[in-house]
């Protein structure tokens, strides 16, 4: 399988203005300004350090049919062997840089990174990882059906897992790898088939080998090379998807950790949210956990049991980053005030939503207004040094309770977005707890919203209706 890559691939109690009288009072930890606004959120040290064991989610979600229990990669919840995957937030903060600058890269875009790639050969060194998401679900593959853990990023078109008799190589996983012979339901995919063109009009490339064959290969050179294939695809007992297109990966490189592979939630022909639209409607929710030591849920179709109170924004198409999910930010507020930042801050540029990315990226402008608002907020904490991407650190080891600042995301169409306070800041351990958000190198690089701020949040992809929606209290 050598050969050339195609494509790659709350101090609640009273808030007080000396300009405005403001009336405000304290509720569930929360504290309000005028006309409604959380001001601050009073939370305790404690629950913004992960705990030891897992609290598995019971929200009403976990019962939905269709549903996945998402499980951070790195934590108690995970399954995965920790010894060969340890924690390191040092890691995945440059795992989270590499990314970004992959998603950034102007030679980023479909068409140019297949022609780009298509001449150039297998790198025998597997670099740092894409840092392709931290979070996992569990799915089922073949009859009988095999349990594997993948990664789930809807910056991904392909589904992909490693598959024996591994021709080329595969890495150290920790479900056994997914034998084809031995599922009655494995089929290779035709090269006259539209799957197998739509495979190389997409995001991974093909080539003809008697059957279809994938080539992707991520910013960072990981690689997945093998058989298109279709399988039954097990998501629970009463949700199985039969010829479910993926790829199964005969040469695998790069660190993946040790996931079995990546379900690709991107807006693609190849994703799953494509092939399963005429029962899933290209709808999809997910909600990722507070902390590492809870667990979420990825839901498809819109299910009876979904929120009922979801604000929804437009999804837009970014032309240099089409397989993400474009949305547009207008602007952001600490405890209720607007940041005095120019409105063409936000508007000139683009924004993304990425399931993958760990930190927001903002405008320099738009991250510089937001620290030194936050800064002021916090004067009266102990400050701690910077620490990788992070500028704005504290030392809560010796409080009990801590008072941060609300900060409210406002999506165009009147979306506004108060994150969970495990949202804002970025906890290693309690003496190193930083701001969680990180500025471009440019006001005019693409905006990237990320997974720690949607923690909690029902994040809805109602990708027909070309719309973004977020719910708060998805899960814990
Ligand atoms: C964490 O990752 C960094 C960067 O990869 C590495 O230099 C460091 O040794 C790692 N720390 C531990 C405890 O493994
Ligand atoms: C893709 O990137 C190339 C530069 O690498 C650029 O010339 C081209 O215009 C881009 N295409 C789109 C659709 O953005
Ligand atoms: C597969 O996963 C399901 C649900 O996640 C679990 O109940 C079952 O025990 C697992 N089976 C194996 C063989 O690991
Ligand atoms: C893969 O796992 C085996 C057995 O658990 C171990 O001996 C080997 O060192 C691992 N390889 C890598 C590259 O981590
Ligand atoms: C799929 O193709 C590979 C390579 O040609 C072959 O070894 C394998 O037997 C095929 N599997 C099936 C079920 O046709
Ligand atoms: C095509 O398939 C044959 C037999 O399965 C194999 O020997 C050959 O190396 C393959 N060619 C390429 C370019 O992968
Ligand atoms: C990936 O490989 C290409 C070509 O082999 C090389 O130019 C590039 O620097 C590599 N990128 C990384 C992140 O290793
Ligand atoms: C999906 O494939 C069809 C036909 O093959 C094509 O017309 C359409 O543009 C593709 N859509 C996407 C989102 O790739
Ligand atoms: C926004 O774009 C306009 C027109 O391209 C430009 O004149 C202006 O300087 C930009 N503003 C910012 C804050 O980048
Ligand atoms: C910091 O503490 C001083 C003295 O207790 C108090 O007057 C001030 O309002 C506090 N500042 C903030 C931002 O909470």
Same mark, same amino acid.
């Given at each position: ?12 109690l009273l ?6 009288l ?11 300004g005028?006309?409604?606004?959380i001001t601050s ?14 609290? !598995?989610? %019971? ?10 229990e998402v ?5 108690p919840?995970?399954? *995965?062997?920790?010894?060969?995957? !340890? *924690?390191?937030? %040092?890691?995945?903060?440059l ?14 875009n ?6 780009s790639? @298509?001449?150039?050969s297998?790198?025998a060194?597997?670099g740092?990882t ?6 996992l679900?569990?799915?089922g ?8 853990? *993948?990664?789930f ?9 490693q ?19 031995q599922?009655?339901?494995?089929s ?15 995001h ?17 050179n990981?690689?997945s ?9 097990t998501?629970? !007992? ?5 010829n ?5 990966? /005969? ?8 996931a ?8 693609n ?34 299910d ?17 980053s089409s397989?993400?999910?474009?949305i547009?930010?207008?602007g952001?507020?600490?405890?209720g005030?607007p ?7 936000f508007?000139?540029?683009? @924004?993304?939503?990425?399931?993958? %990315? ?9 991250y510089?207004?937001l620290? %030194? ?14 620490v ?27 979306v ?11 906890? /290693?351990?309690?003496?190193?707890v930083?701001?969680?958000?990180a ?5 005019s690089?693409?905006v ?9 949040? /029902?994040?809805v992809?109602d990708?027909?209706g ?11």
């Amino acid at each position: 399988m050598e050969g050339s890559f195609f494509c790659v691939f709350k101090r609640a109690l009273l808030f007080l203005s000396l300009q405005v009288l403001m009336i405000c009072f304290m509720h569930q930890g929360y504290s309000y300004g005028v006309e409604g606004k959380i001001t601050s959120h009073t939370v305790s040290v404690s629950s913004l350090l992960p705990s030891p064991s897992c609290s !598995p989610s %019971t929200t009403k979600a976990s019962n939905r049919k269709s549903t996945l229990e998402v499980i951070h990669k790195h934590g108690p919840c995970s399954q *995965l062997v920790q010894d060969q995957n !340890p *924690l390191n937030h %040092t890691k995945i903060l440059l795992q989270d840089e590499s990314r970004v600058k992959w998603i950034q890269s102007k030679s980023f875009n479909s068409s140019d990174s297949l022609k780009s790639l @298509a001449v150039a050969s297998l790198p025998a060194k597997s670099g740092i990882t894409i840092g392709t998401g931290n979070y996992l679900v569990n799915v089922g593959l073949g009859t009988p059906k095999k349990n594997l853990t *993948l990664i789930f990023d809807t910056g991904s078109s392909l589904t992909w897992t490693q598959c024996q008799p591994c021709v080329g190589s595969c890495y150290n996983q920790s479900d056994p790898i997914f034998n084809p012979s031995q599922s009655s339901s494995y089929s290779n995919v035709s090269c006259a088939s539209t799957a197998c063109s739509q495979l190389s009009s997409g995001h991974g490339g093909s080539r003809c080998n008697g059957t279809c064959q994938y080539s992707i290969r991520y910013g960072d050179n990981s690689s997945s090379t093998g058989f298109f294939a279709t399988e039954k695809l097990t998501i629970s !007992p009463t949700e199985v998807i039969d010829n479910f297109k993926f790829g199964c990966g /005969e040469n695998n490189q790069g660190l993946f950790g040790t996931a079995a592979g990546l379900i690709g939630l991107s807006d693609n022909n190849i994703s799953i949210v494509e092939q399963t639209a005429a029962t899933y409607g290209k709808y999809f929710s997910y909600c990722l956990p507070s902390s590492t030591s809870f667990t979420g849920h990825l839901t498809f179709g819109k299910d009876s049991t979904a929120p009922s109170s979801v604000s929804f924004t437009p999804l837009s198409t970014v032309p240099q980053s089409s397989q993400f999910y474009g949305i547009s930010i207008v602007g952001i507020r600490v405890e209720g005030k607007p940041l005095s930042i120019p409105s063409t801050v936000f508007s000139n540029g683009s @924004a993304i939503i990425d399931s993958g %990315t760990v930190i927001t990226r903002l405008p320099p402008t738009a991250y510089s207004a937001l620290r %030194t608002t936050v800064r002021k907020a916090m004067a009266n904490y102990t400050t701690a040094p910077a620490v990788s991407l992070f500028d704005t650190c504290y030392d809560f080891s010796k409080e009990s309770t801590v008072v941060i600042p609300s900060i409210t995301f406002s999506f165009a169409e009147g979306v506004n977005i108060d994150l969970d306070p495990t949202g804002i800041f970025y906890v /290693e351990d309690a003496s190193h707890v930083c701001l969680a958000f990180a500025a471009n190198g440019a006001d005019s690089d693409l905006v990237i919203y990320g997974n720690t701020q949607q923690r909690t949040f /029902e994040v809805v992809y109602d990708v027909a209706g070309r719309k973004l929606g977020f719910s708060p209290n998805g899960c814990s």
